[in-house]
């Protein structure tokens, strides 16, 4: 649907603007051909950094060279990120030496040729693509300081050309799909000037299909004469875009390879894990579904539906989807947060959902609070004295007891949540609910960027609640969890959300559209 | 917003490095020390260079600044001040700025006194109409910020400026104070505001024995596994006599009780409800995660409005109370009485951020923080600074506790 808006917007301009582009600016259209200054080498010589007696860096020497696309990956904790910081310049090395074009550098992250891309994209939503690009650029003057917004508009379209992207520059970022908005952001590295790229698990968001569109341009970027380092907690990413594969683990580099040579199973291997696929999944086991807790009849969202879903004791349900597609709209409803617009939520009485809400950066969690507090906050009644005072020593008992469950590091209840990784924050939240103790969790993207091991972790625990007499309601645009623990699943789409099917008797053509 | 807990100690340490096996024990006993030292560092800092303000003018002014009955008048005549930086700390504390609390307090002032002088209402009335005014004041900000959606300092500077102008209002312009030979102010209200008006020291003596003997109970309680109770006990029993050394013979404790004024007082019981509410109960924690991350508190089911609106009613009723102790201390009400004590209540509750509690606004830190800040103006006051030096030093103190507690917490923190 989106994309059918997008393509009516490009003929509309074609028609409109194409003569008044000069005839040179053609030549940059489509990636393919773009002209790129080539990439200086980069080479890491034996870099540590270390925080207090704890080494996180144990010698990395990586080289990396124009023209290649470099899968980087490993657990959560193996240093991916310190080593990103370290290279960024966040941190000092104690360590080692980075050469930029053979000479010894600081830090890659002053420099102009080189560009980190975060999950989160750094783009502002209420601006424009323009004055999203011009924000990192030396702006264009008619008369200073009046801005000349014609030629502005020129620029912001030649660099989306760059990335294969056909839209008006003057389309507000909020408006784009969320590939549309990570090329936006790519664009934005190469106007000013980049020619190496870091790109810090900005595709694990994306749906499978929109990941895929972001990687081609990647990969012609990189034939370019670009160098692009590709971070992502995604296997099959990793297969699909990297021409070489490097594989981080407690702080030094296990494995530098080839990707032709690799296969899923044999990365897996490298990164000592357990795979997702061979999540216990013990179907059949139990007394099968009990009684029905939440029931959506003909329920609407702003974005999607009707819907129609029931979830009962002691089975996963799973909807899978784009995230566009108002997936997690679904999941607020049934945590009773948001109203519907049309339809009703029906709950049983006493019913009480648990939610892990589906952007676990902004939304999952306090910052600046205690890990502790960031697991008690749902589940503080039950501990208040008889005076309505809460009762710390038992909550800290009753924190620390999930913590050690979930093996949530580091241990220490008391340190602030933003020192946890990805994955230990995700932990951290369903230990939340696991204290909260709701009848039905409601678990929007369980997995998102999370590493394979988590997400083993993770998806036994969806069993062993669904064992437990538990309902589990999944909403993930990534389809494998769906098919690692859900009974039921279903799609959402732009039409009518059908009651989800076994997982058994679907065909195999629908197995495949849904994945 | 930026008013988010602001997390200090330095942080140049992402614990979640922390790999498996033999390796994270140590990595957990080296993070901790680190995290231990920075932040004892860290809060000491502060207290230190008060500590260190001190020691100077000891040395310049002696027994004309160390004198126990001194030091507690400034703090007595800085107590509506140091209410309102409590009414601020809790709004602050749930990620709002409430910029009204002085037109709140300006309003109480002047109803308290001139309900009696001008109406003749018995003063209970007064004060009870009064502490309800604060609390409706609360709601009508409340209700611009989290019914209307108006920004918070927009509705607050607002409605201060309504409750200023109400004042205005009914005095027509001008004071209102105790006309020669009419109605007088009961004894009792006068009472509260005049340092000669002692708390009893039969009550402050066993407020002092109950909170020892909670203490105690509270660290038995908590005797580390590797100490036999005999050993514990023993070692929390010289603990007692050992602090209550200091207390008597480097904080004067029995001179502190008996210069103890009930406004005074009053401000300790404030402190200590607000900070059991805000610290120890189910509404505290609701009320700081909304503060934090007011998305993420509504998603895991707080009513973040309602939080919102019960912290903006509780800095009305705090800030009533300011105004009534003010209108008792003055016998009098004049328009600008309160209107200078914004910026020593902000810069009060921003010192609380720095001087414990890792960065976070935090009750009793208010509370030192307001007053360590007098003690620092009144001992320049004393030593012959003309008093109008009082909100240079105000302001400077506000902004480098926000720009040191900003800079600590940065360092490494994904922003």
Redesign the interface.
């Known amino acids: 649907m989106c994309m059918a808006r997008v393509d009516r917007s490009v003929h509309k301009r074609g028609r409109a603007t194409s003569p008044q582009i000069p005839p040179e600016e053609h030549r940059l259209a489509g990636s393919a051909g773009a002209p790129l200054p080539e990439a200086r080498p980069i080479d890491i010589v034996s870099l540590h950094k270390r925080f207090g007696s704890v080494s996180v860096l144990r010698g990395i020497d990586l080289q990396l060279r124009a023209g290649e696309v470099v899968g980087l990956m490993g657990p959560n904790g193996a240093g991916k990120s310190t080593l990103l910081k370290t290279l960024s310049g966040l941190y000092s090395p104690d360590g080692g030496q980075i050469l930029l074009g053979g000479e010894p550098v600081r830090s890659l992250g002053d420099r102009p040729e080189v560009a980190f891309i975060h999950q989160d994209l750094g783009l502002i939503d209420e601006m424009s693509i323009t004055d999203n690009l011009r924000l990192a650029q030396r702006p264009s003057y008619r008369v200073w300081p009046l801005l000349d917004h014609q030629s502005e508009d020129r620029l912001a379209r030649r660099a989306l050309q760059f990335v294969g992207l056909a839209l008006r520059p003057s389309t507000k970022v909020g408006e784009l799909s969320p590939a549309e908005k990570t090329l936006v952001a790519i664009a934005r590295a190469f106007a000013r000037g980049a020619s190496t790229l870091f790109v810090d698990e900005a595709t694990s968001t994306l749906a499978t299909s929109s990941a895929r569109r972001v990687i081609e341009v990647l990969r012609s970027l990189a034939r370019a004469g670009a160098i692009v380092v590709l971070i992502t907690h995604k296997l099959s990413e990793i297969l699909e875009a990297a021409d070489r594969v490097v594989v981080l683990l407690d702080g030094q580099i296990v494995t530098d390879d080839p990707a032709a040579g690799l296969d899923r199973e044999a990365l897996v291997a490298k990164m000592r894990s357990v795979d997702s696929r061979h999540a216990p999944r013990d179907d059949g086991a139990g007394d099968g579904p009990g009684a029905e807790l939440v029931r959506f009849e003909q329920v609407r969202s702003q974005r999607c539906g009707p819907v129609t879903l029931t979830v009962r004791a002691g089975e996963a349900v799973g909807l899978t989807g784009t995230p566009g597609s108002g997936l997690h709209d679904i999941g607020l409803m049934a945590a009773g947060l948001v109203a519907p617009v049309a339809g009703k939520v029906h709950r049983a009485p006493g019913v009480r959902c648990g939610l892990v809400p589906p952007h676990r950066e902004t939304q999952g969690g306090f910052n600046d609070l205690q890990v502790r507090e960031n697991m008690s906050i749902s589940a503080l009644p039950q501990w208040r004295n008889r005076i309505g005072l809460l009762d710390g020593r038992r909550e800290s008992r009753h924190v620390a007891g999930i913590a050690a469950r979930l093996s949530v590091t580091p241990r220490s209840p008391s340190a602030p949540f933003w020192v946890l990784s990805g994955g230990n924050k995700q932990k951290a939240i369903f230990g939340r609910l696991l204290l909260q103790q709701p009848d039905v969790f409601v678990l929007c993207e369980p997995t998102r960027g999370v590493d394979v091991a988590t997400r083993a972790e993770i998806y036994s625990l969806i069993t062993q609640l669904r064992r437990d007499g538990r309902g589990v309601l999944v909403l993930s645009s990534d389809a494998e969890d769906l098919l690692a623990v859900c009974d039921r699943i279903a799609t959402v789409g732009s039409g009518p959300v059908e009651e989800p099917e076994p997982v058994g008797a679907l065909s195999t053509g629908q197995l495949e559209g849904i994945l | 917003m930026s008013s988010?807990?602001?997390?200090a100690g330095r942080?140049?340490?992402?614990?979640?490095?922390?790999?498996s096996g033999e390796?994270?024990g140590?990595?957990?006993?080296?993070?901790?020390?680190?995290?231990l030292r920075g932040r004892v560092l860290q809060e000491a800092l502060t207290v230190v260079a008060f500590m260190v303000i001190f020691a100077v003018y000891g040395g310049w002014l002696g027994g004309k600044f160390f004198n126990v009955k001194a030091l507690i008048l400034d703090v007595h005549n800085t107590v509506p001040s140091l209410l309102l930086a409590l009414a601020v700390v809790v709004t602050l504390i749930a990620g709002q700025f409430d910029l009204s609390v002085t037109g709140v307090a300006t309003c109480a002032t002047f109803l308290s006194v001139g309900l009696t002088i001008k109406q003749g209402w018995p003063e209970a009335a007064a004060v009870v109409l009064v502490l309800v005014g604060g609390v409706a004041a609360g709601l009508l900000n409340a209700l611009l910020v989290v019914g209307l959606r108006v920004n918070t300092f927009i509705a607050t500077l607002g409605t201060n400026g309504l409750f200023l102008g109400i004042s205005a209002v009914y005095s027509g312009g001008g004071q209102v104070s105790v006309p020669l030979g009419g109605r007088q102010l009961p004894g009792w209200f006068s009472t509260i505001g005049a340092f000669t008006g002692k708390c009893w020291p039969w009550l402050t003596w066993t407020v002092i024995a109950v909170a020892v003997v909670l203490g105690l109970r509270g660290a038995l309680?908590?005797r580390p596994a590797r100490l036999t109770p005999p050993v514990w006990a023993g070692l929390c029993g010289v603990a007692v006599v050992a602090a209550a050394a200091v207390a008597e013979l480097v904080l004067r404790l029995s001179e502190v009780v008996d210069n103890l004024s009930w406004a005074v007082a009053l401000l300790l019981a404030v402190a200590c409800v607000l900070w059991?509410v805000v610290g120890?109960?189910?509404f505290g924690?609701?009320l700081?995660?909304t503060g934090?991350?007011s998305?993420?508190?509504?998603?895991?089911?707080?009513r973040t409005a309602r939080v919102t609106t019960a912290a903006f009613v509780i800095g009305g009723a705090v800030s009533a109370v300011a105004g009534i102790v003010l209108g008792s201390a003055l016998g009098s009400a004049t328009p600008d009485a309160a209107g200078s004590f914004l910026l020593p209540a902000f810069a009060a509750a921003f010192l609380s951020t720095v001087l414990f509690s890792?960065?976070?606004f935090h009750v009793w830190g208010t509370v030192i923080g307001g007053v360590f800040l007098v003690w620092v103006g009144q001992g320049l006051i004393s030593g012959g600074v003309n008093f109008t030096w009082m909100d240079v030093i105000n302001g400077l103190v506000l902004i480098s506790a926000v720009a040191i507690s900003t800079t600590f917490?940065r360092k490494?923190?994904?922003t």
Do not use: F
């Not at chain 2, 988010?4 to 997390?7: A, V």
């Not at chain 2, 942080?11 to 790999?19: F, N, T």
């Not at chain 2, 140590?26 to 995290?35: F, K």
């Open positions: 988010g807990p602001l997390t942080r140049d340490r992402p614990a979640d490095q922390a790999s390796d994270g140590a990595v957990r006993r080296g993070g901790a020390i680190t995290a309680a908590r059991l120890h109960t189910v924690r609701n700081r995660a934090a991350n998305t993420a508190a509504w998603l895991t089911g707080v890792s960065g976070r917490s490494g923190r994904p």
